[in-house]
């Protein structure tokens, strides 16, 4: 943000998306989420406000304190910090607007919008690596393995045979998972959907904690069957994928 009263109103489009590319980074970092989940999905998991929204938000105080100076004047410690909240609200609402029509990650943007203020400003929950995992769907499920990290050949669920193992099949429907199932959801009732699994994390530290032992039970177990599948395959040697690269890059923290 180093001189951002300088340059936060004048960004051309190709250093905004550099400035995303980089926040996009350390956003995922922070969210321990593998490095193929979207700008928009990591900055809302991570609660991070786009950074050139922040930047222009820090403008905004200085040349109003700039302002006062310029007067004369030695602008108080008490306005300096309404003048903080308020650019900081408006740089929320413009990210809220951002997020109205995704183009990417529309099913987790989906389901934080209409919690949006309660996801960024809760005081509870930090993300595991599991828990990021069935959020995005950017883990251990038979469509991200087939279709994007491109580790298996199909789709399918290697658990009950379903056509194509998402997230929300593993969360909602998949036999496999039925025992951690109950348990999640007489902690946060009956519906498991993506949009409830949400209200639930804001709502408490008790249903936040709920939810993500139900996804550390469940996809520790399927990554340590997607290990075994590996070892079997062994023959076909199939190049490991490459979030599983031991070089640091890619493992999140
Ligand atoms: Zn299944």
């Not at 999905?41 to 100076?69: E, F, K, M």
């Not at 909240?85 to 740089?91: I, L, P, Q, V």
Request: proline share 5%; charged share 30%.
């Amino acid at each position: 943000m180093y001189g951002s009263p300088i340059w936060a109103n004048h960004l051309s489009p190709q250093n905004r998306t550099i400035l995303g590319r980089l926040q996009r980074l350390m956003a995922t970092r922070a969210v321990r989420g593998y490095r193929t989940v979207s700008k928009d999905a990591a900055c809302l998991l991570a609660g991070s406000i786009p950074w050139d929204l922040d930047a222009r938000a820090l403008a905004d105080v200085y040349w109003r304190c700039a302002a006062v100076r310029a007067e004369g004047g030695n602008p108080l410690p008490d306005a300096v910090r309404r003048w903080r909240n308020s650019a900081e609200e408006r740089a929320i609402d413009l990210w809220a607007e951002r997020l109205e029509e995704p183009t990417v990650s529309i099913a987790l943007v989906t389901a934080i919008r209409p919690i949006f203020r309660e996801w960024i400003k809760r005081t509870h929950g930090a993300l595991s690596f599991h828990l990021t995992q069935m959020l995005t769907g950017h883990g251990c499920f038979g469509r991200y393995l087939c279709e994007i990290a491109r580790s298996e050949v199909t789709t399918e669920c290697h658990h009950c045979g379903e056509e194509r193992d998402t997230a929300e099949h593993t969360i909602t429907a998949c036999p496999a998972w039925a025992t951690q199932r109950a348990a999640l959801t007489a902690a946060i009732g009956e519906d498991a959907t993506l949009p409830a699994l949400c209200r639930a994390l804001v709502e408490s530290g008790e249903k936040w904690s709920a939810v993500e032992t139900f996804a550390h039970s469940v996809i520790s177990t399927k990554e340590e069957a997607e290990r075994i599948r590996e070892r079997e395959a062994h023959g076909h040697r199939r190049r490991r994928p490459r979030r599983r690269r031991r070089n640091g890059r890619d493992i999140p923290p």
